[in-house]
């Protein structure tokens, strides 16, 4: 695949790990075809840091945010009593980055038993599953290949309606709004040192 942006995006991609190892590694794949570039836990690595703090400043260095939700809550944070995966989409609707979210369908997507979370996990799942769907228009897969195709078809529509947005923007008289326009695309654009 083509590039679909002129500088590299960063794009965090969020998700439990154990049971989702696949699926993580088929969009990590989607997003180099598009030389766009992933940032996930597979390739952090160690530092004196907490790992939560770790991973919210990953979060943070991001442009775009991929949430991958299945049928697990995932590793919770003993101060927080939420899972890693929903702090990190908190900080990512925090700092105002973009979110775009993929949840399975449960009816279609097969997953085995040992992946599926009972009791308070599966409650806290349920909510935040719920809050995903509240908050935004939410893409539900039914196979790796199915994931992989509507993560590529989400992006391209995203960067599509950002560019058809700065252009629409970019035509102005006033140097001064200009000027603050293409500060905030070099902002949100921006390519930070140590990628």
């Known amino acids: 695949?083509?590039?679909?942006?002129?500088?590299?995006l960063r794009v965090f991609v969020s998700s439990t790990y154990e049971d989702m190892v696949d699926y993580r590694q088929a969009v990590i794949n989607a997003l180099n075809d598009l030389e766009i570039i992933p940032r996930a836990m597979e390739q952090f690595v160690s530092s004196p840091d907490k790992a939560l703090n770790v991973v919210l400043a990953e979060v943070r260095r991001c442009q775009i945010f991929i949430a991958l939700v299945a049928m697990r809550y995932g590793s919770i944070h003993k101060e927080t009593g939420k899972s890693y995966s929903?702090?990190?989409?908190?900080?990512a609707i925090k700092n105002g980055i973009p979110v775009l979210a993929f949840v399975i369908d449960e009816n279609e997507c097969p997953i085995l038993p040992k992946f599926v979370d009972i009791g308070e996990e599966?409650?806290?799942?349920?909510?935040?599953?719920?809050?995903?769907?509240?908050?935004?228009?939410?893409?539900?897969?039914?196979?790796m290949d199915n994931l992989k195709e509507l993560v590529v078809r989400a992006l391209k529509n995203y960067i599509g309606s950002e560019s058809k947005k700065t252009e629409s923007t970019s035509h102005t008289t006033d140097p001064v709004l200009d000027y603050k326009i293409g500060a905030d695309a070099f902002k949100r654009f921006l390519i930070l040192p140590g990628i």
């Open 1 to 8: 695949m083509a590039s679909i942006v002129e500088s590299p």
């Open 122 to 143: 599966a409650e806290k799942l349920k909510t935040f599953k719920k809050i995903l769907d509240s908050q935004r228009y939410t893409s539900r897969f039914r196979s």
């Open 86 to 91: 929903e702090l990190e989409y908190d900080e």
